[in-house]
């Protein structure tokens, strides 16, 4: 039976789903996709280059909780866009990459057969990226796009079995860590994306409080337990000092759902990881749930730190570093903008050269989220655009050093991108004017004498 085309049927299909939003560049492989997708009534959200693509839909999933789709050409070998699938790996997000792409092995690969029912292959390759956590591409050749579908003309090969995460023995798992934590007189609890995602702080936060343990978690998952006496803030190189103190003491730090290593961790991790330490592999929220007691409370081993930010803003209190006309000490800068950050906003901060004293200095929002992309100055724009028209009538504040690459964003987006530049003379715009409603750029001028290695103030 022959049928139309495979672009028009995947775009029906994509609709179908519940998706009126896809992005992507175009070029000739993927163009027919992209304007069937434009005629079904799909939105197609258009970058400028591939990463960019792949980072909008990275943050349109991470605010939408469920999968995006993007598509772009394929180019060597999706080159361009290998990067970008690699931090989204990493990042465990959960994005179909539609492209005329052979197999490799940055993530999770689903080759489309001719003769194969684009709507199943569609739903099959959105069921992986939610079952897996993982971005997919979903290969399908150029010629493909444009040719008529023909269901059952062609044998399919035999199909690979599922592979699914190895997620362990629960009970075995919660026994481990219930006898790592008997013996140890100093522990540490750090909460990773894996506890963030399960939605289960309070199971961490009742184990800390039955067992003296201390509490920090992984970049991801920053501000999980803010407001709790016995919180360190951030664990590991964006640490305060007074923090890093408590955890050169610990004698035992247990991973929940984060990726942490060294010789005296125990992760708890739904899949292998390599690295010094030990991997109890189980369900984080499943082994919490074993663990749960009565209320009561252990008195913490340990002097309470208090909130990372207080103990920031201490440190830079009276500080006054000489500081050449027209620029800011991004440590001072950015205590402040932190201030004036509104409730429920979206934070997203970039990985380029500024971006440790934004993972150290900026909080994350009461009631909001606190999303650190990684990757070269441009992609945190991209992942916040990408938020952004996920969260109409909510603020999303970006810290990036490069503003290229991304969509051009509707007037109605509530966006704020403080751009980190080095040296030059900072535009006339106050913090709090670019924080008002809509979208705004604000240029933060860095003293080129101050270095990301310069986190804390000298003495």
């Not at 444009?146 to 059952?152: E, L, S």
């Not at 184990?207 to 919180?231: I, M, N, V, Y």
């Not at 409370?297 to 002097?303: H, L, N, S, V």
């Not at 933060?444 to 804390?456: D, F, G, I, Y």
Request: proline share 7%; glycine share 12%; charged share 20%.
């Amino acid at each position: 039976m022959v049928g139309p085309t495979h672009a028009r049927a995947f775009a029906e299909a994509i609709l179908h789903s519940g998706r009126d939003r896809v992005f992507g560049l175009m070029g000739d492989d993927n163009a027919a996709l992209l304007l069937a997708l434009g005629e079904a009534g799909v939105e197609v959200v258009r970058a400028r280059h591939e990463g960019a693509a792949m980072a909008m839909a990275e943050g349109y999933a991470g605010a939408t909780g469920r999968p995006a789709i993007c598509s772009v050409p394929h180019g060597l070998g999706l080159s361009d866009v290998v990067d970008s699938l690699r931090l989204a790996a990493r990042h465990r997000s959960a994005v179909v990459l539609i492209a005329a792409a052979e197999e490799h092995d940055v993530t999770t690969y689903r080759r489309m057969w001719p003769g194969e029912n684009p709507a199943a292959a569609l739903a099959d390759a959105l069921s992986l990226a939610a079952d897996r956590w993982r971005p997919v591409v979903l290969g399908v050749d150029a010629e493909l796009m444009t040719a008529p579908v023909r269901v059952g003309a062609v044998k399919l090969p035999a199909p690979r079995p599922r592979i699914g995460i190895a997620r362990g023995d629960d009970r075995v798992a919660a026994q481990r860590l219930a006898g790592l934590l008997a013996a140890a007189k100093c522990p540490v609890l750090v909460a990773g994306r894996g506890v963030l995602a399960a939605g289960c702080a309070d199971l961490v936060r009742g184990l800390a409080e039955r067992t003296g343990a201390a509490l920090a978690t992984t970049l991801p998952a920053k501000g999980l337990f803010d407001g709790h006496a016995q919180d360190l803030g951030l664990a590991g190189k964006f640490a305060h000092p007074a923090a890093e103190r408590v955890l050169a003491a610990a004698d035992l730090l247990v991973g929940l759902g984060a990726t942490v290593t060294g010789a005296r961790v125990v992760r708890v991790v739904d899949e292998a990881v390599a690295g010094p330490g030990e991997t109890v592999l189980g369900n984080p929220a499943e082994v919490l749930a074993r663990l749960r007691g009565p209320a009561a409370r252990k008195t913490p081993w340990f002097e309470p730190v208090g909130p990372a930010a207080d103990c920031w803003l201490e440190d830079l209190a009276g500080y006054a570093p000489p500081i050449p006309a027209g620029t800011v000490d991004p440590r001072v800068a950015l205590a402040a903008i932190d201030r004036l950050i509104p409730a429920g906003a979206v934070v997203v901060v970039g990985g380029g050269r500024w971006s440790a004293f934004a993972c150290a200095l900026i909080t994350r929002p009461r009631a909001g989220r606190f999303v650190a992309t990684g990757g070269p100055a441009g992609r945190a724009f991209a992942t916040a655009a990408g938020v952004a028209l996920a969260s109409p009538g909510r603020k999303v504040v970006v810290f990036d050093g490069e503003h290229e690459g991304a969509a051009e964003l509707a007037a109605d987006v509530d966006l704020t991108l403080f751009l980190m530049k080095e040296g030059g003379t900072s535009a006339a715009v106050t913090a709090e004017a670019a924080l008002r409603p809509g979208f705004a750029v604000a240029e933060v001028c860095v003293a080129p004498s101050v270095l990301p290695r310069h986190l804390r103030p000298a003495p």
